[in-house]
Structures are given as C-alpha cells and as structure tokens.
T-cell receptor, first 114, second 112 residues
Framework: KAGVTQTPRYLIKTRGQQVTLSCSPI?????VSWYQQTPGQGLQFLFE???????NKGNFPGRFSGRQFSNSRSEMNVSTLELGDSALYLC?????????????FGPGTRLTVT | QQQVKQSPQSLIVQKGGISIINCAYE??????FPWYQQFPGKGPALLIA?????SEKKEGRFTISFNKSAKQFSLHIMDSQPGDSATYFC???????????FGKGTRLHILP
C-alpha cells in the first residue's frame, strides 16, 4: 500500500499571500488530520476531517482552514500568511472509527514565509 | 492538563547501551499512549503504543513501561544502534479522540 503523500514538499511564500497544501491518505483511510510542527511549539493539532466533515479542531486562528473531498483527499489553506506560519505541515491518515488511534504521517510540506 | 511533558530534550548513548526517555501527564482521561519516531526530512512514524490498563509492552528492542498511579510512562530502547538516532515523541490521545497530543520530543544520538 502506498503511504500518505503530501504536495508540494517545499513552498516559499511572501507575507500576506495565501497557500494551499494537499494530502492524499492511505487507500481506504477516511480520516485525515493536519499538524503544524515548529522548533518552538513542537507538533500541534490543526484539525481532523472524516467523510468530508470537520470532526475536530485545534486552537488555530480562522486563517487556517481545510476541507476533505469524497475520495478522502484533503487540502488545507492558510490565508494572509504571517512569518510565524513558517513550519512543517504534516498530515496523517487513519481508518477512522475502526482504529482511530493508529495514524500514519506523510513526509510533510515545508512552508517558508518571507 | 492537556499536556504531555517529556524529558530529556536530548540524549547521547553509546552503541549497545539502553536509551531511556520519560514522559508525564496530568489528564486521567487519556486513553492511549503512543511513541513516535521521526527521522530528518520524514514525518513521525508510530513506533509502539500502550493503553493505561497495561504496565509494560515490548516490541523487539523497544519497551514501554507505564505507571498509572504516578501518571508516567517511558520508552526503553535496548541494545541501542546508530540507526536509532532520531527524534522521539511521546504522545497521548483522549478516549475516542483522534487528536494526538505530543510531547516536545527527545533528540537521541547513538555513538558508533
């Protein structure tokens, strides 16, 4: 089985711009979660989608949003980028209700905001 | 109360030695305690996990020890190898919740 894939792997944006990151989960997995990883704050939960519905949300501003499509692929969007949004953005998939705790991470998208 | 506190921040161990990483939590509603391993340029990978009704779980060279009364758990890596050099994260999940609450991580370096 192919693992979780994320595109693009690297991204450089300017303050004030917006960005969209993509995540394709493991085949058959219906749950996709997003995390932000920074040296200072570590790994922090952004949100989780299951069957196209946001099921859980972390403590991030409304500039961070996401969605999930019928094929379980997910996108996250960050609007009005700030320097502090520079981070590694990771998505993880699981088979949802069957075994929700076992999550498989993608390699991440490294976002740099200048 | 939602935190998982991890120590040490970094650890250097000789090849063949035992690496020990410790974590503590406050919230007794945590139901699942996984450990993740992350290599540079990769996402975290689930290494081993334990539920609070079990005191120890072993998988190969990796063992989790769990002390429910003290609200502490630890990862032991026996016969540590240079290939084990990575960042390790302890974590916890609330019952029925996919959201993973991570510790700050331990950077482990195994000397050849």
């Amino acid at each position: 089985k192919a693992g979780v894939t994320q595109t693009p792997r690297y991204l450089i944006k300017t303050r004030g711009q917006q960005v969209t990151l993509s995540c394709s989960p493991i085949s058959g997995h219906r749950s996709v979660s997003w995390y932000q990883q920074t040296p200072g704050q570590g790994l922090q939960f952004l949100f989780e989608y299951f069957s196209e519905t946001q099921r859980n949300k972390g403590n991030f501003p409304g500039r961070f949003s996401g969605r999930q499509f019928s094929n379980s692929r997910s996108e996250m969007n960050v609007s009005t980028l700030e320097l502090g949004d520079s981070a590694l953005y990771l998505c993880a998939s699981s088979n949802g209700d069957v075994n929700p705790y076992e999550q498989y991470f993608g390699p991440g998208t490294r976002l740099t905001v200048t | 109360q939602q935190q998982v506190k991890q120590s040490p921040q970094s650890l250097i161990v000789q090849k063949g030695g035992i690496s020990i990483i410790n974590c503590a939590y406050e919230n007794t509603a945590f139901d699942y305690f996984p450990w993740y391993q992350q290599f540079p340029g990769k996402g975290p990978a689930l290494l081993i996990a334990i539920r609070p009704d079990v005191s120890e779980k072993k998988e190969g060279r990796f063992t989790i020890s769990f002390n429910k009364s003290a609200k502490q758990f630890s990862l032991h890596i026996m016969d540590s190898q240079p290939g084990d050099s990575a960042t390790y994260f302890c974590a916890a999940n609330l019952a029925g919740d996919d959201k993973i609450i991570f510790g700050k991580g331990t950077r482990l370096h195994i000397l050849p």
